[in-house]
């Protein structure tokens, strides 16, 4: 039978290298956006000119009313999805003193709201199916803190203790429940960090690409990660 993959964030970036990497014989590949429903259609057409099946999913992870629409619409069509990859995130920076209430509240509501406003409405249905995968993206700086980043710090924070915690309660439910955080990686939102930087911080000597994250989410989304759950997978170069 068809498993059904939802990617959130997907229409670019590592949310998009994820996707691509997903698709396969037996997945149809549901890619999530907020605003560029171009970016997301392009995404699909790569992966439906390989032969595979996608499709576009319009939400804003942090609306949690719109997701549980959308959401429970799907899942009483479709069953539910069988893997899950919840993506979205944005970034906000300032020091701390100077942030503003907005750029708290966003940055939370999305990566540590998206979790919750994405996930409520879809577990039910896949422990119906008594297997699952759900892979949450969080960040290194979740580990390790960073200057301007006090927000989305504490957000992918959150969602570390989130992943451990429904790991636990869905393991018995065959569900795997992981983190992957990525640490440099060439993106849109890396494209301000200095080469030089880069090269002082990372073992390595050099920033990720977004197909070698993608590689790490593919393997907890497969039949071989069925005996690992509740973990955070690092890519970032040896940054420990």
């Given at each position: 039978?068809?498993?059904?993959?939802?990617?959130?964030?997907?229409?670019?970036?590592?949310?998009?290298a994820?996707?691509?990497?997903?698709?396969?014989?037996?997945?149809?590949?549901?890619?999530?956006?907020?605003?560029?429903?171009?970016?997301?259609?392009?995404?699909?057409?790569?992966?439906?000119?390989?032969?595979?099946?996608?499709?576009?999913?319009?939400?804003?992870?942090?609306?949690r009313?719109?997701?549980?629409?959308?959401?429970?619409?799907f899942?009483?069509?479709?069953?539910?999805?069988?893997?899950?990859?919840?993506?979205?995130?944005?970034?906000?920076?300032?020091?701390?003193?100077?942030?503003?209430?907005?750029?708290?509240?966003?940055?939370?509501?999305?990566?540590?709201?998206?979790?919750?406003?994405?996930?409520?409405?879809?577990?039910?249905?896949?422990?119906?199916?008594?297997?699952?995968?759900?892979?949450?993206?969080?960040?290194?700086?979740?580990?390790?803190?960073?200057?301007?980043?006090?927000?989305?710090?504490?957000?992918?924070?959150?969602?570390?203790?989130?992943?451990?915690?429904?790991?636990?309660?869905?393991?018995?439910?065959?569900?795997?429940?992981?983190?992957?955080?990525?640490?440099?990686?060439?993106?849109?939102?890396?494209?301000?960090?200095?080469?030089?930087?880069?090269?002082?911080?990372?073992?390595?000597?050099?920033?990720?690409?977004?197909?070698?994250?993608?590689?790490?989410?593919?393997?907890l989304?497969?039949?071989?990660?069925?005996?690992?759950?509740?973990?955070?997978i690092?890519?970032?170069?040896?940054?420990?």
């Amino acid at each position: 039978m068809t498993k059904h993959v939802l990617v959130t964030g997907a229409s670019r970036g590592i949310g998009a290298a994820i996707a691509c990497r997903l698709a396969a014989a037996d997945r149809h590949i549901w890619i999530n956006y907020r605003s560029s429903e171009s970016d997301a259609e392009s995404v699909a057409v790569e992966i439906r000119a390989r032969g595979f099946e996608a499709s576009i999913l319009h939400f804003d992870v942090s609306d949690r009313a719109g997701c549980k629409s959308v959401l429970e619409a799907f899942a009483e069509e479709y069953g539910g999805f069988d893997v899950i990859v919840n993506n979205a995130g944005i970034t906000a920076d300032a020091p701390f003193p100077g942030m503003e209430d907005e750029q708290w509240d966003s940055v939370m509501q999305t990566s540590l709201g998206g979790f919750y406003n994405v996930l409520r409405p879809l577990v039910m249905p896949m422990i119906r199916k008594r297997w699952g995968r759900i892979v949450n993206m969080t960040s290194i700086a979740a580990l390790h803190g960073n200057r301007g980043q006090t927000n989305y710090a504490a957000a992918k924070a959150g969602v570390i203790g989130a992943t451990k915690s429904l790991a636990r309660e869905l393991a018995s439910r065959g569900i795997c429940v992981n983190a992957v955080a990525p640490g440099f990686i060439d993106t849109e939102m890396s494209e301000h960090i200095s080469r030089d930087i880069i090269r002082q911080s990372v073992p390595m000597g050099r920033a990720g690409s977004v197909q070698e994250v993608a590689e790490v989410v593919s393997f907890l989304c497969s039949d071989g990660a069925s005996y690992v759950t509740g973990e955070v997978i690092n890519v970032s170069g040896g940054i420990i």
